[in-house]
């Protein structure tokens, strides 16, 4: 499984960039070659056309100013003449009947192109041109002469380009070479440039090895690495910060679920060894049943919560949407609560009437939850108010607000926490476990709203705003 996991791994940042130096290198190194090779091939190609040029003009020359009583001799020595000078050059000359009329002595016979070369077409030719010793530039024109036969002639010129071969030859070998070594290079060159350039990467690796439950407060210095990486390690830190309050925020919880069993179990193991110390009637017996019951119910409301929070969490809660008429379900609600308000005398009201496609028994909890809170810390002979209003056609808000002392400003960004308490001496069966607020907050988080709460020495009110979704 090892095996095919590293088989089917992408290759190394590494070896990508120092095979991307590689081909960079080679297409370019390629691309000045052949434009190099080139122009020395174009170079060594006028040079011998020019030669070609100078001969043809010389040979054109003395035809125009041929005598037709001139003897064969002294026409040859002037074609001779004219060849003096350019070195590995030979001609040509036939006439249209293929009478050679000069040939270069010791050349090589030209005859067969001359015969070739021109049907109608009178253009020059230039071409390569091979026998079994030399290779040759080779320029066929056909040529008048100026006497009154005006009679046709047609001229291959020849310059040897052997050297020039070897040279190209020698040449191309030794530029592969070095588009090969300068490749090589390049590519060990970039493999060291990219090892030295990740360097910062792998300091921010050490640090990050070094990282444990117990150093979460490691941070990376973005002033210390490259530019490029500044964001790479803001964003790092930014995930140490959220990774070390979601810890402590476990660590935490853990600490308060295992207080806040240890009350109720503590409690049933303390009255049921009183109760088993003696011998007692049934209805002592059924008293202390009744009181168990009680610290059951607790732990079980608890641990209820404990599994909702876990599933809003992740995700697994489904929400059963219907049309909610949240003006009813408030006065329902104030109707459950009528006798424990007016035991507490508080005044509930309620202002306003709005419909929200929600789930009902969730928003019901969420109600429930902020107005016992508000019933709670309300002071005797005043009003809870629950506030419902239409802030737009996609958007309603809900407001509980009661008179009271204000939150202290430390507790207001923990008051969603679970188990946090404003006064932690307070009782825990007044307040309960300290998770309404945060089951509400996932129940606004699962419709998709939001919900904050604003306290001062008047009032402190709690305001969810939730969106209709299509």
Known sequence: MTIEKQMRQPPSLTLRLTLLFAIA?????????????????????????AELESVAHAVSQTLANHDATSSPVALAQRFNDVLVGHHGTVLHITTPDGYTLFSSPGGPDLSSLNQTTFGNDTNDKIRHWSDAKHTYRVLTRRLEENTTTQRHYTMSVAVAINSHLRFLDHFRLTLWLMVASGTVLMGLMGWIAVRRGHAPLHTIITQIHRISANELNTRLSPEAVPRE????????????????????????????????????????????????????????????????????????????????????????????????DLAKETRDLFEYYEAWA??????????????????????????????????????????????????????????????????????????????????????????????????????????GGTIDVESTEKCTRFRVILHKRH
Request: negative net charge; glycine residues 4%; aromatic residues 6%.
């Open 342 to 447: 007016e035991e507490r005398g508080v005044t509930l009201a309620l202002h306003g009437k709005v419909t929200m496609p929600a789930d009902r028994l969730m928003l019901r909890r969420v109600l429930s939850n902020l107005l016992s809170n508000a019933i709670r810390h309300t002071p005797s002979d005043n009003t809870v108010h629950v506030r419902l209003e239409q802030l737009s056609e996609e958007t309603i808000s809900i407001s509980v607000e009661n008179p009271g002392p204000a939150i202290p400003a430390e507790h207001i960004p923990r008051l969603f926490n679970r188990f946090h308490r404003v006064d932690a001496s307070r009782h825990r069966s007044d307040e309960g476990a300290g998770l309404g607020l945060s089951i509400a907050k996932s129940i606004i988080d699962i419709h």
């Open 25 to 49: 290198a080679a297409i370019v190194l390629t691309g000045f070659g052949w434009i190099i090779e080139r122009s020395i091939e174009r170079h060594f190609a006028i040079e011998d056309d």
């Open 229 to 324: 990486l500044t964001d790479l390690a803001n964003s790092f830190n930014d995930m140490l910060a959220r990774m070390e309050e979601a810890f402590q925020r476990l660590s935490n919880f853990s600490a308060d679920i295992a207080h806040e069993l240890r009350t109720p179990v503590t409690s049933l193991l303390t009255q049921t060894q009183v109760a088993l110390s003696q011998s007692r009637s049934n209805d002592e017996y059924r008293e202390i049943l009744y009181s168990n019951i009680e610290e059951y119910e607790r732990m079980a409301q608890m641990i209820s919560d404990m599994l909702f929070l876990a599933k809003a969490d992740n995700g697994q809660y489904q929400l059963n949407h219907t049309d909610v």
